[in-house]
């Protein structure tokens, strides 16, 4: 080489490198700063076009000013009734909050519950507080406690988003944290090499904080929406992608340094060059895969899908220029103290995968038949997964304090209590409209929504508000049915053009529309998938094959999964949009691994035939493939730090997905398969005419 081209080899990592120290440097704070454009008001969250989002949306006209309401309980000490003169000492309390920071009007009088044993009141709060409100929620406790004889409690919609705020408090640094020691930890052990695992954290925090700022500017322009989940999700969806896409690389350049002697631009080119093809195929199934929760109805979803193309997209950009400059800098010092080794007849040695290969190779009937067993034993219980939603005392996965507040109201008052059913009706046929509700099986009392004041209903554009207090828990079965009874009831009064709405038809109308979505986006993210392995292993029975095996691999997880939510960690429902996020996350990611895979078999068979080149190809990549499963899967679980049931689902679901996927179908079923079908696997391409 000559002396430029030295010269010119030396300073463009060093460009790449400087230019990079600057995005670390100007945008990592915004990892930090995503909750300052997050919102965590599950309102904002429903389907579009749900009955009960229109009746959300009608709710407004009947407000003078929107509310946030906190619901007060007392119950006696130790059990039994309430002092007699308790609840004139609590309606003063309640007074006593008129004009407090934070409040908004009057709150209600306290009201006795049927039998005796508990007070309730009402104080409507501003939606607006923020962090603000567990303080507006504290002073609310300090006046009303005055109560001799009572225990008090806060319920309602104001203390749940305040447990919410609190389940994300400090979710930047902690799953920060807890992301890059695990995954650090697990190079450390794998690698044993100093040098490249803080290569590989360092190009992951990079992606990550390019990320944030560009999600970060998009948010604050209204263009796309972040929460805690979706912000929880971004972090650990940019650290798992970008670990992974730099073990590949690194792997892959560490093998070509052995084969070059040494010698570091060859290499790396090398290395670019056989890696690019995989990477682009991998990052194009995650991305495209998210953005298919575009069709979504529920805004949630539709949120996670940009937010995590672009996290997937700046992953791959550290992977591809900030980790390909340092290791050309650095050569064989980078995987200090280890060093790369010469390859064995054309190919790393690798005893374990060595005795992998030679066990599918001589036997892959018996390997695909065990393990197509085994996961269909495990898929067998998918169907058993209750994604009807999760019970409201089964969010938390701590104690918190709105959920012991809600069990203590629902001991007194009907279910539905403080949560009523919301039905806009015509004015004309308010009467009839109220009757019909009261009549319904399930429902407790049906009032008219009255100005203040005033006994007189609140008319907003010809039309009236029935608040419809139901006796069931507002998140029980029971609860859903009488909704579903309710809207057939109302629907038919003549001239009513009724709607049903509130807390309960919310969550039904959320499950219906996660089920349909669900049968919408699982046939377009496998039929994206399929498209990108066709393109890139110039096969159609090898892509079907594959987009098989990982569909099956998440029905076994489900499976699995519905068996410990229900007797190991006590969940009886997951969140309806659970199992989309797991297939979405599951097949994009899972996929990539047999993209690594294949796409190494295809480059060895084109040299050695298919029978040698799966060989070699399950040899060169068996390693690398785990780690990378491995450190996927630790930062997925690392979702359980935030304690919600549906991160705690998600994070189960994907990483013991990503384990499964990774030392079952990608280490056995696959290699195996294709094995015993030959050079066939490849039609129509010409490979199959290979020997």
């Not at 805690?228 to 340094?257: C, H, K, M, P, W």
């Not at 060093?339 to 001589?362: I, Q, S």
């Amino acid at each position: 080489m000559s002396a430029p081209a030295r010269w010119a080899s030396r300073l463009l990592p060093l460009l790449v490198l400087v230019l990079w120290l600057g995005v670390g440097g100007g945008l990592g704070p915004y990892a930090g700063r995503l909750g300052e454009v997050a919102t965590n008001d599950q309102a904002a969250f429903l389907p579009r076009s749900a009955e009960s989002t229109r009746v959300l949306r009608a709710q407004e006209a009947f407000r003078q000013e929107k509310t946030l309401p906190a619901l007060v309980v007392w119950s006696a000490d130790g059990g039994g009734p309430v002092d007699p003169t308790a609840q004139a000492t609590a309606t003063r309390s309640l007074a006593s909050l008129t004009g407090t920071d934070g409040v908004v009007g009057a709150p209600s009088p306290a009201f006795p519950s049927a039998d005796g044993e508990a007070l309730r009141g009402i104080v409507q709060l501003r939606p607006d507080l923020g962090d603000e409100l567990a303080v507006t929620l504290g002073e609310v406790e300090a006046a009303v406690s005055a109560v001799p004889g009572t225990e008090v409690w806060l319920a309602g919609p104001a203390a749940t988003r305040a447990d919410l705020g609190d389940a994300f408090v400090g979710i930047d640094g902690l799953l920060l944290v807890v992301a890059l020691v695990t995954v650090l930890v697990i190079l450390l052990l794998v690698y044993r090499s100093l040098l490249l695992p803080l290569l590989i954290i360092v190009g992951a925090v990079f992606a990550l904080g390019l990320a944030c700022a560009v999600v970060y500017v998009l948010a604050d322009h209204d263009i796309v929406r972040v929460d805690g989940q979706v912000q929880g999700i971004l972090s650990i969806l940019v650290i798992g992608a970008a670990t992974d896409y730099a073990l590949l690389l690194a792997a892959r350049y560490r093998e070509e340094l052995g084969r070059r002697d040494g010698d570091r631009v060859p290499a790396m080119r090398a290395a670019l060059k056989q890696s690019f093809g995989p990477i682009v195929a991998s990052v194009a199934t995650v991305a495209l895969g998210l953005l298919a929760l575009l069709s979504s109805d529920l805004t949630n979803n539709r949120a996670l899908g940009p937010v995590g193309a672009i996290g997937i997209v700046c992953a791959v950009l550290s992977s591809v220029t900030f980790l390909p400059a340092a290791l050309m800098l650095l050569g064989r010092a980078a995987y200090w103290p280890a060093r790369p080794k010469a390859t064995v007849d054309g190919e790393p040695a690798h005893p374990a995968w060595r005795r992998v290969a030679g066990l599918v190779d001589r036997a892959p009937r018996k390997v695909w038949a065990g393990s197509l067993a085994a996961l269909l034993a495990c898929a067998a219980f998918s169907f058993t997964l209750d994604s009807r939603g999760v019970p409201f005392d089964e969010i938390f996965v701590k104690d918190a304090p709105s959920v012991a507040a809600q069990e203590r109201l629902s001991e007194h008052f009907p279910g539905g209590a403080g949560n009523p059913a919301v039905v806009i009706a015509d004015a004309a046929a308010a009467e009839k409209a109220r009757t019909a509700a009261a009549d319904v099986d399930g429902v407790d009392s049906a009032t008219l929504f009255a100005a203040p004041g005033t006994s007189r209903p609140l008319l907003a554009d010809g039309r009236v508000r029935i608040d419809v207090t139901l006796a069931d828990a507002a998140d029980s079965d029971a609860a859903r049915d009488t909704v579903v009874a309710l809207r057939t009831a109302l629907h038919a009064v003549p001239g009513a053009d009724a709607l049903v709405g509130g807390s309960t038809a919310q969550k039904y109308d959320t499950q219906v529309t996660a089920d349909r979505d669900r049968r919408l986006i699982v046939p377009v993210v496998s039929a994206i998938i399929l498209v990108i392995l066709v393109g890139l292993l110039r096969s159609l029975l090898l892509p079907a094959l594959l987009v098989a095996t990982v569909a099956l691999n998440f029905l076994a997880t489900l499976g699995v999964s519905a068996l410990v939510f229900e007797y190991v960690l006590g969940f009886t429902g997951t969140d309806p949009a659970v199992p989309l996020y797991g297939f979405v996350f599951l097949v994009a990611l899972g996929v990539d691994y047999n993209i690594f895979l294949m796409s190494r078999v295809r480059e060895e068979t084109e040299l050695h035939g298919t029978r040698e080149g799966l060989r070699r190809g399950l040899v060169a990549t068996g390693g690398v493939i785990t780690s990378a499963g491995l450190v996927l899967a630790a930062t997925f679980a690392a979702l359980g730090v935030i304690p919600l049931a549906f991160l705690v689902q998600i994070a189960f679901i994907v990483a013991f997905g990503v384990l499964l996927d990774t030392l079952v179908v990608r280490s056995l079923l696959v290699p195996a398969l294709v094995r015993d079908i030959g050079p066939m696997v490849w039609w129509p391409g010409s490979l199959r005419h290979r020997p």
